[in-house]
């Protein structure tokens, strides 16, 4: 308790905002894919607490904290933070630009959950006819995500092509506005969409334009989000000497995504005992504090623990490190004594 009235009292003493100044900073170190930094400036952000934060910092706090979370390949933690920001959002003075049902669909259609994405897009009444605008144009990126993932899903080509014809526009519209973050966004999109589509010489024409606009700010997440199919794309454009310095760091920050090894081979790097203890409880439908607070460590060092799993299992997620595990039969092995 007194350490609590210490706390506050110390927050108070700060200048208001303080504490959303690190969330913003956690946000610029997940672009440039420096999970450890972006979690430690989220740290500050809450030891500082709400007395140092604007209304929205609590909102802000847990969409980056998702964000965050889903980098690292927790999608299931990454929405139940997503459902908590939720409930704290309060409207400002400043437009919702990035509605928090746009932010869950992106997580859906990240976890294949396309009927709950498609619910997402029916409510939203997003649709690729719509007339475009500043405010609604992270929502009609999502559709673009979306089209793109019921293309691969489906394998028909109706999806794909509207993607394209909507990413075209809005591609035109965030080069007008100078909004450069979109306007990368849009570019990688429109090349796995060309690659969808077969055409990966086409598709390297916006990739490459994306690299080049991307490089001197030092984007990472935005381009490596893409999973294998990037993967593949950034090769081929490594081969084609475009940006090779930047696709051969891109790629090493990539890591888990370049991996062919066969998933029935031993591991090079076996799992220790507390990585096997934190697996185990990924099986389970603990969240991933309620697994900090079984084992008694901090969230943090459940993160970092969780983070190697995934890399010496060579996946993504939750799921695919139980599904890995269990074709292991990691699960089933006892502690050694």
């Given at each position: 308790?007194?350490?609590?009235?210490?706390?506050?009292?110390?927050?108070?003493?700060?200048?208001?905002?303080?504490?959303?100044?690190?969330?913003?900073?956690?946000?610029?170190?997940?672009?440039?894919?420096?999970?450890?930094?972006?979690?430690?400036?989220?740290?500050?952000?809450?030891?500082?607490?709400?007395?140092?934060?604007?209304?929205?910092?609590?909102?802000?706090?847990?969409?980056?904290?998702?964000?965050?979370?889903?980098?690292?390949?927790?999608?299931?933690?990454?929405?139940?933070?997503?459902?908590?920001?939720?409930?704290?959002?309060?409207?400002?003075?400043?437009?919702?630009?990035?509605?928090?049902?746009?932010?869950?669909?992106?997580?859906?259609?990240?976890?294949?959950?396309?009927?709950?994405?498609?619910?997402?897009?029916?409510?939203?009444?997003?649709?690729?006819?719509?007339?475009?605008?500043?405010?609604?144009?992270?929502?009609?990126?999502?559709?673009?995500?979306?089209?793109?993932?019921?293309?691969?899903?489906?394998?028909?080509?109706?999806?794909?092509?509207?993607?394209?014809?909507?990413?075209?526009?809005?591609?035109?519209?965030?080069?007008?506005?100078?909004?450069?973050?979109?306007?990368?966004?849009?570019?990688?999109?429109e090349a796995l969409a060309l690659q969808v589509q077969g055409d990966t010489a086409a598709a390297l024409g916006p990739l490459g334009r994306a690299l080049r606009e991307a490089e001197p700010e030092g984007y990472v997440h935005l381009l490596i989000d893409g999973g294998l199919p990037m993967a593949s794309l950034l090769k081929e454009a490594a081969r084609r000497g475009i940006a090779p310095?930047?696709?051969?760091?891109?790629?090493?920050?990539?890591?888990?995504?370049?991996?062919?090894?066969?998933?029935?081979?031993?591991?090079?790097?076996?799992?220790?005992?507390?990585?096997?203890?934190?697996?185990?409880?990924?099986?389970?439908?603990?969240?991933?504090?309620?697994?900090?607070?079984?084992?008694?460590?901090?969230?943090?060092?459940?993160?970092?623990?969780?983070?190697?799993?995934?890399?010496?299992?060579?996946?993504?997620?939750?799921?695919?490190?139980?599904?890995?595990?269990?074709?292991?039969?990691?699960?089933?092995?006892?502690?050694?004594?």
């Amino acid at each position: 308790m007194i350490n609590q009235c210490n706390r506050a009292e110390q927050s108070r003493s700060l200048v208001r905002g303080t504490a959303d100044m690190h969330v913003g900073m956690s946000e610029l170190f997940l672009d440039r894919f420096d999970l450890d930094e972006a979690n430690e400036h989220l740290q500050r952000a809450q030891d500082l607490g709400e007395y140092a934060g604007m209304p929205q910092f609590p909102y802000r706090w847990r969409v980056a904290s998702a964000r965050v979370r889903a980098a690292e390949g927790d999608r299931e933690g990454a929405l139940e933070l997503i459902d908590e920001a939720e409930r704290f959002y309060v409207s400002d003075f400043f437009p919702d630009v990035r509605p928090v049902a746009a932010l869950r669909a992106r997580l859906w259609i990240a976890n294949s959950q396309l009927r709950d994405a498609l619910g997402w897009a029916r409510q939203a009444g997003v649709s690729v006819d719509d007339e475009l605008s500043y405010l609604r144009e992270f929502e009609h990126i999502t559709l673009a995500r979306l089209l793109l993932a019921r293309a691969k899903a489906d394998r028909i080509g109706a999806p794909v092509r509207d993607a394209l014809a909507l990413l075209e526009r809005l591609g035109q519209a965030a080069a007008e506005g100078s909004r450069s973050g979109s306007m990368i966004e849009i570019l990688v999109l429109e090349a796995l969409a060309l690659q969808v589509q077969g055409d990966t010489a086409a598709a390297l024409g916006p990739l490459g334009r994306a690299l080049r606009e991307a490089e001197p700010e030092g984007y990472v997440h935005l381009l490596i989000d893409g999973g294998l199919p990037m993967a593949s794309l950034l090769k081929e454009a490594a081969r084609r000497g475009i940006a090779p310095a930047y696709v051969d760091e891109l790629l090493a920050a990539g890591g888990g995504f370049t991996g062919s090894a066969s998933k029935k081979q031993n591991l090079i790097e076996p799992l220790s005992e507390r990585e096997l203890d934190v697996l185990r409880l990924l099986g389970s439908d603990l969240s991933g504090p309620d697994i900090a607070r079984e084992l008694m460590v901090s969230l943090n060092t459940m993160r970092t623990h969780t983070k190697n799993i995934y890399t010496k299992l060579d996946v993504n997620d939750r799921r695919a490190a139980v599904r890995r595990a269990q074709e292991l039969d990691l699960l089933s092995r006892r502690r050694s004594t």
